[in-house]
């Protein structure tokens, strides 16, 4: 057997990843149209979004010109704590199921209508504790 030790993704190379998936889906891309855009596969695009594969500089820079963004978004509050949590709820927004389709119908909304929206989500919802 061997003693080499696996190590779990870096936290940074996870965030990115699940950034990376929300951009793609948001952008309507399946992995294999990201993955032919880049010159990789759909299976390496999956690993890049779950962090077991770290993405490298140039990829990251093809990937951001394919969804027509910066660069620099993948690396937003990378460091604020504070703003984590946030982050966390934006990026599991955009990877769950129909959330594209209540983003694009919200965005549509009158501010009232948004904000019923809003109340009755809030309303339906498990609680956080």
């Not at 793609?24 to 979004?49: H, N, P």
């Not at 660069?71 to 946030?86: C, D, H, I, K, Y």
Request: proline content about 4%.
């Amino acid at each position: 057997m061997s003693d080499v030790e696996i190590s779990a993704p870096d936290p940074v190379d996870v965030r990115i990843g699940k950034l990376l998936r929300a951009y793609r889906q948001f952008s309507d891309l399946t992995l294999d149209d990201l993955g032919k855009a880049i010159g990789v596969s759909a299976q390496q695009i999956q690993k890049y979004e779950r962090g077991a594969n770290r993405i490298s500089a140039s990829k990251l820079f093809e990937v951001a010109r394919v969804l027509e963004m910066s660069p620099a978004a993948f690396f937003e509050g990378v460091e604020e704590n504070e703003r984590q949590s946030l982050f966390d709820h934006f990026t599991e927004f955009f990877v769950a199921p129909y959330s594209t389709r209540l983003a694009s119908a919200f965005i549509r909304m009158n501010s009232h209508q948004q904000r019923a929206l809003s109340e009755l989500a809030e309303t339906i919802a498990p609680s956080d504790t």
